[in-house]
């Protein structure tokens, strides 16, 4: 099973430039969430979509839009990348938003912003 | 708003010994709280979830978090740790209405020695 899937893995920006991360998921579940992590912040959420057709900013949104396309996809988008955005950016989702249920985490996207 | 404090940035232990990552929540209401590994390059994966159905939680590798209301705690252990057990370790909170996000901790490494 393929679980959550992030593209890409790398990427290397010039300030300015635009990007957009790229999530997955195969498991049917109604809520996913953009998380960046940085040395010593943990996990900081940027944006979450509790069900398709709904998103709400999390800790960090500035800088930051999202679009959740369907079901299965939740993308993130940067539109002038700046330096302070270098950061691992991991997206995961669960069955619903709130509750016990376990979230599945993607392989993460290294991003370097110069 | 829920929260979590992890306690300590860095927990080092030898081989054998118990490990202890501490992690508080702030929550208005008995909230979900559960402990994630990380290792490194990875995404990160359930060790363990608080759901009130019982206050000591048995999680996998090993690893047990109690849950003490009066202290609002949520401790994580391992009587004896494994080289293995090296990782980053993050608690998390989430709450009962729907729609709620995941919020995480800013995390602890573990680094276990010979």
């Known amino acids: 099973n393929a679980g959550v899937t992030q593209t890409p893995k790398f990427q290397v920006l010039k300030t300015g430039q635009s990007m957009t991360l790229q999530c997955a998921q195969d498991?049917?579940?109604?809520?996913m969430y953009w998380y960046r992590q940085d040395p010593g912040m943990g996990l900081r959420l940027i944006y979450y979509s509790a069900s398709e057709g709904t998103t709400d900013k999390g800790e960090v949104p500035n800088g930051y839009n999202v679009s959740r396309l369907n079901k299965r996809e939740f993308s993130l988008r940067l539109e002038s990348a700046a330096p302070s955005q270098t950061s691992v950016y991991f997206c995961?989702?669960?069955?619903?938003?709130?509750?016990?249920?376990?979230?599945?985490f993607g392989q993460g996207t290294r991003l370097t912003v110069v | 708003a829920q929260s979590v404090t992890q306690l300590g940035s860095h927990v080092s232990v030898s081989e054998g010994a118990l490990v202890l990552l501490r992690c508080n929540y702030s929550?208005?209401?008995?909230?979900?709280l559960f402990w994630y590994v990380q290792y490194p390059n990875q995404g990160l994966q359930l060790l363990l979830k608080y759901t009130s159905a019982a206050t000591l939680v048995k999680g996998i590798n090993g690893f047990e978090a109690e849950f003490k209301k009066s202290e609002t705690s949520f401790h994580l252990t391992k009587p004896s740790a494994h080289m293995s057990d090296a990782a980053e370790y993050f608690c998390a909170v989430s709450g009962d209405q729907a729609g709620t996000a995941l919020i995480f901790g800013k995390g602890t490494t573990l680094s276990v020695s010979s």
């Open positions: 995961a989702s669960v069955p619903r938003a709130g509750g016990a249920t376990e979230a599945f």
């Open positions: 498991m049917n579940h109604n809520s």
């Open positions: 929550s208005s209401v008995p909230p979900y």
